[in-house]
């Protein structure tokens, strides 16, 4: 017996776009914004991800809850803590804080911790001329003298897009829909059997 495809395809377009509708109307729990972070200076380069919250404080800034990439080669472990200064930095604790727009970073800055037991603190020094993006990075393992560097850095900050709701309809069509329109050709260029 010949099964009709077209049938069972238009099924499934009904089937998703109810899919799509339904997803459409029901709220989504927050899961946080992603950006790309980048920055360099003689000797430095840094890059990765920084993942926030999705709700900005009063200023408008969304705090840092995680992060991932390297620096210089070598793997960023952790954020560092809210409130907490890094090692060898006293009395400057992150805020963990990132701003939407241009200067990116707060007078605090953002902490973390790389795998190799050194880290970094970038925050926006507003007190230079001109104000600029610096990093201040820490070594306890170095000799005394060299555990520490501060310099500016050139810091790029970008958003990371999230798959919109027609995206995400796009591609469960093409999941579903593109080995259904392949069974229905084969089928229909499969001959009928004789009775």
Not at 99 to 121: C, E, I, K
Not at 157 to 164: D, K, N
């Amino acid at each position: 017996m010949r099964q009709d495809w077209s049938a069972r395809f238009r099924m499934c377009l009904v089937w998703m776009s109810g899919c799509a509708l339904t997803w459409g109307a029901c709220p989504h729990p927050a899961s946080g914004a992603m950006f790309r972070f980048h920055y360099e200076a003689d000797g430095v380069n840094a890059s990765g991800l920084l993942q926030t919250n999705d709700l900005p404080d009063p200023n408008g800034a969304l705090q840092i809850v995680g992060i991932s990439g390297m620096r210089n080669g070598v793997a960023i472990a952790a954020l560092w803590p809210t409130g907490q200064a890094i090692p060898l930095n006293d009395g400057y604790p992150v805020d963990n804080l990132l701003l939407v727009q241009s200067p990116y970073l707060t007078l605090h800055g953002f902490g973390y911790s790389l795998a190799d037991g050194s880290y970094a603190n970038p925050f926006f020094a507003n007190f230079t001329q001109p104000p600029s993006a610096v990093e201040f990075f820490s070594n306890p393992q170095l000799p005394a003298g060299s555990q520490t560097r501060e310099g500016p850095i050139a810091l790029s900050i970008t958003a990371v897009p999230e798959p919109t709701g027609w995206q995400l309809l796009a591609a469960l069509a093409a999941a579903l829909g593109l080995p259904a329109l392949q069974a229905w050709r084969q089928q229909r260029h499969t001959p009928a059997p004789a009775r």
